[in-house]
Nanobody, 123 residues
Framework: QVQLVESGGGLVQAGGSLRLSCAAS????????MGWFRQAPGKAREFVAA????????YYADSVKGRFTISRDNAKNTVYLQMNSLKPEDTAVYYC????????????????WGQGTQVTVSS
């Protein structure tokens, strides 16, 4: 298992930007696909983005494509989510997660999760 701690959430106006960070510890970070999910009040948790270690490919939900960017720094055991052009509908608790694979698979579960960080976008 890998332990994950998110940071960087907060309150921002619509159109603004935030960068979330997720620091990992424990097992070899580079062996995991890293992802971001979010859960808004009264809604199910949803996939936001993922990045594979094997080939560096990135994957995004349609709702954030072109606005959010996921990246990772394996030397720092950290994954980031740069969020630009934020909208009120982006308001949610954002979770970092790890999938024990080299290449992202939407069918496989993410086995490790952080505690979440709140992002609130005001209109």
């Amino acid at each position: 298992q890998v332990q994950l701690v998110e940071s960087g959430g907060g309150l921002v106006q619509a159109g603004g930007s935030l960068r979330l960070s997720c620091a990992a510890s424990g097992r070899t970070f580079s062996s995991y696909v890293m992802g971001w999910f979010r859960q808004a009040p009264g809604k199910a948790r949803e996939f936001v983005a993922a990045i594979s270690w094997g080939d560096g490919r990135t994957y995004y939900a349609d709702s954030v494509k072109g606005r959010f960017t996921i990246s990772r720094d394996n030397a720092k055991n950290t994954v980031y989510l740069q969020m630009n052009s934020l909208k009120p509908e982006d308001t949610a608790v954002y979770y970092c997660a790890a999938q024990r694979r080299l290449y992202y698979s939407p069918e496989e579960p993410f086995g490790s999760w952080g505690q979440g960080t709140q992002v609130t976008v005001s209109s």
